[in-house]
């Protein structure tokens, strides 16, 4: 399974947009990525998944570098309420039932 | 619509004793996923269901876990002989099919301590 390296923390000022860096320098062509958050004692929440393309919806955007090695997910306009553990994951093959495997994520802090 | 529940939301039990955890997910919904989040980590899989069978339980820690979804619809996480080490949170998610684009939705989770 491919792994994905985040840093462990980062702060974001309210109202600043968060940039959150991923590396998943081993990802196969057909493997996705995909974001979730867990804010604290709920489970994790889904936010948006690319594959090669930049991705935008309501919540965020996903950008991944062309070489797909590297995704930077953003909330434009950063809450109170975005502070939260966040995962970037690459979801196996279909063939493999797709579960997810999440690694440690980056706590993001919205601070006033 | 409603989403993934999960019961109970809290479990305290002794060690040596037998756990029940249910999940009913999204109507609709034919797979099925159970992942385990003990405290600081993100969570791990365990299993997960195509309809009513159990395609991949690769992630069961030992024989002690066992997993059910005799409908197809309500899965069931069994634990017997619980002990301390099993404490942590018991997290279900239901997706449309197991398309690598069909997004899996989580329920709050099952709190399980094991005295």
């Known amino acids: 399974d491919a792994k994905t390296t985040q840093p462990p923390s980062m702060d974001c000022a309210e109202g600043r947009a968060a940039n959150l860096p991923c590396n998943h320098s081993?990802?196969?062509?057909?493997?996705?990525v995909y974001w979730y958050r867990q804010i604290h004692s709920q489970g994790p929440q889904y936010i948006i998944h690319?594959?090669?393309n930049n991705e935008t919806n309501e919540m965020a955007s996903l950008i991944i570098t062309e070489d797909r090695k590297s995704s930077t997910l953003i909330l434009p306009h950063a809450t109170l309420r975005d502070t939260a553990v966040y995962y970037c994951i690459v979801r196996v093959a279909y063939n493999q039932g797709g579960k997810l495997i999440f690694g440690q994520g980056t706590e993001l802090s919205v601070k006033p | 619509g409603a989403g993934v529940s999960q019961t109970p939301s809290n479990k305290v039990t002794e060690k040596g004793k037998y756990v029940e955890l249910r999940c009913d997910p999204i109507s609709g919904h034919t797979a099925l996923y159970w992942y385990r989040q003990s405290l600081g980590q993100g969570p791990e899989f365990l299993i997960y269901?195509?309809?009513?069978?159990?395609?991949?339980d690769s992630g069961l820690p030992n024989d002690r876990f066992f997993a059910v979804r005799p409908e197809g619809s309500v899965s069931t996480l069994k634990i017997q002989r619980t002990e301390r080490g099993d404490s942590a949170v018991y997290l279900c998610a239901s997706s449309l099919t197991l398309a690598r684009t069909d997004t899996q939705y989580f329920g709050p989770g099952t709190r399980l301590t094991v005295l």
């Open positions: 690319g594959l090669k």
């Open positions: 269901f195509q309809g009513t069978g159990a395609a991949d």
């Open positions: 081993t990802i196969s062509g057909n493997e996705y």
